[in-house]
């Protein structure tokens, strides 16, 4: 099993930053390839962005391509989302997530977190 908690979501104005952090227990960290979905009110979950166990390599969903970053920190077992020029249509619940296989569905993924608000006022 792997416990992953979300943190650093908040209210921020368009054209802001945050950075989420999804720190991890359990299971061996680096065993696990990582992503990030959001849910916006009334929408299905969307894949964000990921990030591979093996080279690190990066996916994107177009429209956070250039404005968000995903990265890893093996030592502290955290995965972070930082979000530069954020818009009021980023406005979601972000949730990361650990999966065995490496994806851009959320059927890769065997692990969830709860789920941390992010708000973007226009």
């Known amino acids: 099993q792997v416990q992953l908690v979300e943190s650093g979501g908040g209210l921020v104005q368009a054209g802001g930053s945050l950075r989420l952090s999804c720190a991890t227990s359990?299971?061996?960290?680096?065993?696990?390839?990582m992503g990030w979905f959001r849910q916006a009110p009334g929408k299905e979950r969307e894949f964000v962005a990921a990030i591979r166990r093996i080279g690190g390599s990066t996916d994107y969903v177009d429209s956070v391509k250039g404005r968000f970053t995903i990265s890893t920190d093996n030592a502290k077992s955290t995965m972070y989302l930082q979000m530069n020029s954020l818009k009021p249509e980023d406005t979601a619940v972000y949730y990361c997530?650990?999966?065995?296989?490496?994806?851009?569905?959320?059927?890769?993924?065997?692990?969830w977190g709860q789920g941390t608000q992010v708000t973007v006022s226009s």
């Open positions: 997530a650990a999966g065995s296989y490496y994806g851009i569905v959320r059927s890769a993924y065997d692990y």
């Open positions: 359990g299971r061996t960290f680096s065993n696990y390839n």
